[in-house]
């Protein structure tokens, strides 16, 4: 009896020991150990997400561990920075989790400031309603705009210290067919801006026609 009570507690002591070692072994990178991963000389600081699932990537043949992160990094001006989003990617093997790399989804700037209602207007004199309608929907205007600005939600979106992007929304009548059909509505461009220093003036202007709304 006294034997089958040691053999018990042996096997019984040998499980836990086991089980703490797979716990062990599919432990999670810590937020330090990932934070460390992803620091680098400029990074200011690091933000993380929720902790991802293990799932098989159909691209790379394998599985991978995933985590979303925001680094904020300087830049060469003192109060600009870049925000880096995107996600670090891990390798699963064997119930290890090795750093594999990172995914940057995208890339913005803080400490920049956005064009206001009143600068769109300014730029809009400068090059002009045809540039940020794109003369092609500008030929089809019936009359006159009826007005042109910034949009109530911009979605600005930096793309480097001197190129910006951003909504603005227009309302006009334009053609729709050489028959004298016309019709009123209202709609939505994507602008972006260009110039050299980000003390220097805008020099160009790029446009996109996104959404048209009767009206």
């Known amino acids: 009896m006294k034997y089958k009570k040691s053999v018990f507690y042996i096997i019984l002591l040998a499980f836990l020991v086991l089980a703490l070692n797979i716990g062990e072994s599919f432990a999670q990178p810590t937020d330090a150990e990932l934070k460390k991963q992803l620091t680098a000389p400029r990074t200011v ?18 599985y991978v561990w995933t985590r979303t992160f925001t680094a904020k990094l300087k830049t060469d001006e003192p109060t600009v920075f870049l925000l880096v989003k995107g996600y670090a990617s891990y390798d699963v093997m064997g119930g290890r989790y090795v750093f594999w790399r990172t995914f940057t989804s995208s890339n913005s700037y803080e400490g920049l400031p956005n064009p206001s ?37 911009p979605k600005y979106e930096w793309h480097t210290p001197n190129s910006v992007s951003f909504n603005i929304v227009a309302v006009y009548t334009h053609r729709t ?35 048209w709304k009767i009206l």
């Open 177 to 211: 067919n050489d028959i004298g059909g016309k019709e009123r509505g209202m709609r939505t461009f994507r602008i972006r801006l260009y110039r050299d220093t980000i003390k220097s003036e805008w020099k160009n202007v790029g446009t996109t026609d996104k959404e």
């Open 45 to 62: 600081s690091v933000t993380l997400g929720k902790p991802g699932k293990i799932e098989w990537s159909s691209t790379y043949k394998k």
């Open 117 to 153: 209602a009143t600068d769109v207007q300014t730029l809009i004199k400068k090059f002009g309603v045809s540039e940020f309608m794109r003369d092609y929907w500008y030929k089809l205007v019936v009359g006159k705009v009826e007005s042109i600005g910034l949009a109530d939600d």
